[in-house]
């Protein structure tokens, strides 16, 4: 494991800057979610919008990745490429995941968004799923370990019938889109276990999965989806450790939580 970096106050208010902007884009984007619209006119929406912001959207040619929005619908886990030909149906869901970079520190966020009415079981995967993101984030506390997250996430997902992808992770984020330490979703024997410390930076982000929890990557080298194609949703907030708790740095102008 690489060397995990502790964030100073004035790295922290850089990572606030940032984590605004995702905020703002994230609730914007929401917005505009409905059926008939291209994840191309999102992905678009969010390139111009974080620009005019002044920032830089993290995603667009990280290892070549082409937009700035990952933005993967129903089975589709992460790293969903936008497409003018892939229009919005009724009833689908929608995982909208953003970075954003700024005065040289990133931030990253997500949410997954129902197509106009969804169905009730739908509507639960996503509940669930946000409540697994909080579970995580109530343990991102100084002292404890990154396997208390991770413990957090899995026991709440499990216990409600669903299953965590394994293959994906959380991660530390700072002056790069990832960092130390892994952050995964569930605990095994022979996974590192850092300690938390005040100053430490991490995107924490349950990936959810109504069925199973295998996951295959498709030809484009990007996007993942769920092996028995069932459907997957993904919260995520860029959260720094403080001496008091947690602190969420991809909330909204006004220091609240979003979503």
């Known amino acids: 494991m690489g060397k995990i970096v502790l964030k100073s106050r004035r790295d922290l208010d850089a990572m606030r800057k940032a984590g605004a902007v995702v905020a703002e884009v994230l609730m914007a984007l929401a917005d505009r979610v409905a059926p008939g619209v291209s994840t191309a006119d999102l992905d678009t929406l969010t390139y111009q919008m974080i620009r005019q912001r002044g920032g830089t959207p993290s995603f667009k040619g990280y290892r070549g990745y082409p937009a700035s929005l990952c933005v993967s619908i129903n089975e589709e886990v992460v ?28 931030a990253d966020a997500a949410l997954t968004v129902g197509v106009g009415k969804v169905s009730e079981s739908t509507e639960r995967l996503l509940r669930i799923t946000r409540e697994a993101l909080w579970k995580g984030i109530a343990q991102a506390r100084d002292g404890g370990r990154t396997a208390d997250i991770s413990g957090a996430i899995e026991r709440f997902v499990i216990s409600h019938g669903y299953t965590v992808v394994k293959e994906m992770v959380g991660h530390g984020v700072g002056r790069q889109l990832h960092e130390e330490p892994q952050i995964p979703n569930y605990v095994a024997p022979d996974q590192p276990n850092p300690p938390l410390r005040a100053g430490m930076t991490l995107a924490i982000e349950p990936m959810v999965n109504a069925g199973r929890s295998e996951i295959q990557l498709l030809d484009d080298k990007w996007t993942v989806v769920t092996e028995d194609r069932s459907l997957s949703a993904h919260f995520e907030h860029t959260v720094g450790i403080g001496r008091n708790g947690p602190e969420i740095l991809t909330a909204g102008a006004s220091g609240e939580p979003l979503w």
Not at 81 to 100: C, K, M, T, Y
Request: hydrophobic residues 35%; charged residues 20%.
């Open 79 to 106: 790293h969903g490429i936008p497409n003018a030909g892939r229009l919005l149906r009724e009833g689908d869901i929608v995982s909208l995941d953003v970075g954003v970079r700024m005065n040289g520190y990133h």
